[in-house]
């Protein structure tokens, strides 16, 4: 393997992170994220590698760490050599917001709750069926109310 004989270039490491990422299992996609890190840290100032990383994080589910990761490689990108940065980069955006507009959807104001829904009545009987459950339960261990039980 080419970087048994030079474990700091960073171009390795980020063709590594490449084929993990193609090859697409959850282990592969760590081990692709990290070998993307590897490469960002040996070669800071390129823009590729950041683009790799952000592909790989996104890939993860890191959907705000691949944002950072695609705002970096836009930035270094001055040449513009990469312009799939940017429609990547508003995918991941919109994708972020859609994540974020269905968590606050999910969110229910209490209040509102409360006021929607019936007041709980209690039967007359609910106490006595409870109490003997606990009666059966503390006097015939193995009691199961349940005849179809597998332990009764």
Request: charged share 30%.
């Amino acid at each position: 393997m080419a970087l048994e004989y030079d474990p700091e270039n960073g171009l390795l490491h980020e063709l590594k992170a490449q084929v993990f990422l193609v090859l697409s299992t959850p282990r592969l996609a760590l081990l692709a994220v990290k070998s993307a890190l590897v490469a960002v840290d040996l070669l800071p100032e390129w823009e590729e590698g950041h683009l790799t990383l952000a592909r790989c994080q996104l890939n993860m589910g890191e959907i705000e760490l691949a944002i950072r990761s695609f705002r970096r490689a836009e930035s270094l990108d001055t040449a513009n050599s990469f312009p799939e940065i940017k429609s990547e980069l508003l995918q991941a955006q919109e994708l972020f917001l859609s994540i974020e507009k269905e968590k606050n959807d999910l969110k229910l104001d209490r209040g509102v709750m409360e006021g929607t829904l019936p007041p709980l009545r209690r039967q007359e009987n609910d106490y006595e069926e409870v109490e003997r459950c606990l009666k059966n339960l503390t006097t015939r261990p193995g009691y199961c109310a349940n005849p179809t039980h597998p332990h009764r």
